[in-house]
């Protein structure tokens, strides 16, 4: 895939089971979180955003939880489906900045 | 649903040479992106625009770069005099306005230069 992976750290699951995607972000000042699923071929796509006055947020089938203590993001996907398999990135914002920093990414491999 | 779109999807050039990627971004958002992959490394952030001018740039984007808007509808990333480390995934992304800080982004353009 375009965000290619070879050095990525792969998070391997059966059909059916619950995933989490660990991050860790860089910067206290951030104040804004976004998760991101890039699939082979096409560019990061939005799934779930966190501001920092929230610990939880829940979407369809993913929930994303923010511990700001220790600077620490992660992604829940529940029942992953083999279409969830793709890279995903969590991505920062700092207020006014408006520039993304994005982690190093996370492969998620869905097997049936 | 509206989305980015980007042209070309790949592009192969020779060192030395000027690229232009173009990028269509979302018609009622304001604020445009560029952002590279570098193949095995994280999403890097270029350069931000807003209101026709450059509201942020990063270190990477140095004088060989530029952006332009040059209608009201295309945006576009211009690389003067390609070098082999340019060789990356170029996604453009789009915002809709500050506070709300989704950013939407292509499909990108693979540039190899040789």
């Known amino acids: 895939g375009e965000s290619v992976g070879l050095h990525l750290p792969t998070l391997s699951v059966q059909e059916g089971d619950n995933s989490i995607i660990n991050c860790a972000y860089s910067?206290?000042?951030?104040?804004?979180f976004i998760w991101y699923k890039q699939e082979s071929g096409k560019g990061p796509q939005f799934i779930i955003d966190?501001?920092?006055?929230?610990d939880k947020r829940q979407g369809q089938r993913v929930t994303v939880l923010l511990n700001k203590t220790v600077k620490h993001l992660s992604l829940q996907i529940a029942a992953t489906q083999p279409g969830d398999s793709a890279v995903y990135f969590c991505?920062?914002?700092?207020?006014?900045?408006?520039?993304?920093?994005f982690g190093a990414g996370t492969r998620l491999a869905v097997h049936p | 649903e509206p989305e980015v779109t980007q042209t070309p999807s790949h592009q192969v050039t020779q060192m030395g040479q000027e690229v232009i990627l173009r990028c269509v971004p979302i018609?009622?958002?304001?604020?445009f992106y560029w952002y590279r992959q570098i193949l095995g490394q994280k999403v890097e952030f270029l350069v931000s625009?807003?209101?026709?001018?450059?509201?942020?740039k990063s270190e990477i984007f140095d004088d060989q770069f530029s952006v332009e808007r040059p209608d009201g509808s295309n945006f576009t990333l211009k690389i003067r005099s390609t070098k082999l480390e340019d060789s990356a995934m170029y996604f453009c992304?789009?915002?809709?306005?500050?506070?709300?800080?989704?950013?939407?982004f292509g499909p990108g353009t693979r540039l190899l230069v040789l």
């Open positions: 910067n206290s000042a951030s104040d804004y």
């Open positions: 018609s009622n958002h304001l604020y």
């Open positions: 625009f807003y209101n026709n001018e450059i509201s942020e």
């Open positions: 991505a920062e914002n700092i207020g006014g900045y408006n520039k993304l920093i």
């Open positions: 992304a789009s915002g809709v306005r500050e506070g709300q800080e989704t950013q939407y």
């Open positions: 966190i501001r920092s006055n929230m």
